[in-house]
């Protein structure tokens, strides 16, 4: 598959971004900005005591670096005391960052710590990045480090005010556009498959064309045959989980141990991960590595939409969580009992015939920069080539010029031998320098030596 490369590397990333469990921030964003709804009372006794977890990942490639520095904000009294009494509001306006200017000095001298060692990563990301693209030009680390947003790179020893204020805005913008970018990245994985389809059938001749053609269209029947797929989150998908993969009598179906048994990790909230592990079963229906027809890079997309469609259903406080009470009140709704079918990705179109003729554009100009770069690369190694040579006979030049004044040099000294032993004849010391019975100063002997760069 001429794709394989690609869309391994890219399943290892969207399985980490499966992954990413809790959104860490929520505890400062949304936790505390949940409003006291009246109904959420009702079951607060006998569903709702648990703290949300802590350590999950949030899947940002400044997951580590945002993990620490809020572990060592919660470690000062003050500020973990300001941050349970903060709002939405106050941390978005900044107000909460100010409150860094109390924290104990200790802990300020581990966040610098921190943000000294972030910034080395960023720099060593940089590096590394150039370094593969090897384009031999030098690289201007304040230009591209200003591309991260998450920390103020103008100053890269101390963690201040700005700085947290960074991280909490762009960890929240971040966090927001997380799927979204996600969507985009895989439409644009469609429409380099597509591409590369339509590239090589051009490539072929009428008949294999024709072979090819029919082949695919066999391909995408085979593939959209499957079993029906139940709707996510819905009874009969839950059902089918508790019976198939739990072994247990779906007349015995039971929410609450349902929520118990798969929330693996025990702590009261079913995160992404747990709720991906779910759909297991039905995309078993449509997907099967075996298949030439099933791309398991679709599988994984249509896993993460498949979540993202019971979050945005079942999640009501957003904190990318779905607590033990939110999947009670879910299993209340309508919704629960819908018994139509799930849409699979290939049923509804990614992309139109016009976004895909502006990408193929867009690749072909991409392609063009690229050669016109490397035109100018070649240009400016020939310059490089040129201006060595220059450099190499202008050295030889020197060594010449320098030769003749030490031949110079040392007739004079000769003559001056000569001179003191046995005083010269008129004639002898006109044979060294006609015209003058002194040796010639040395500024005056280089005026017959060429001079570098004059030749
Ligand atoms: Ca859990
Ligand atoms: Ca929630």
Redesign the pocket.
Known sequence: MELGAGASVKMTRSKAMAHCGLVLLSLWLCIQSVPISVDMTKEKHQEEELEPPQSAETGLHYDRYLREVIEYLEKDPHFKEKLKNANMDDIKKGKLSKELDFVHHHFRTKLDELKREEMNRLRMLIKAKHDIQGDGLTVDHQVLLKQFEHLNHMNPDTFEVEDLDRLIKAATKDLENFDKDRHDEFKRYEMTKEHERRERLKNMNEEDRKKEEQHYEEMKKKHADHPKVNHPGSEDQLKEVWQEADGLDPEDFDPKTFFKMHDSNGDG?FDEAELEALFTKELEKVYNPENEEDDMFEMEEERLRMREHVMNEV?????????MS?FMAATKKQDFYDKDGWETLDQNPLYTEEELREYEQQLAKEEIDISKKSDELKKQREELERQQEELNAQRFEIQQAVQQIERLKAQSSNAEVKQTGTPLAQGEAAQVVPGNSQPLPVSHQQQDVPVPGHS
């Not at 999640?315 to 607590?323: A, E, F, G, Q």
């Open positions: 909230f999640d009501t406080n957003k904190d990318r969580l779905v607590s939110e």
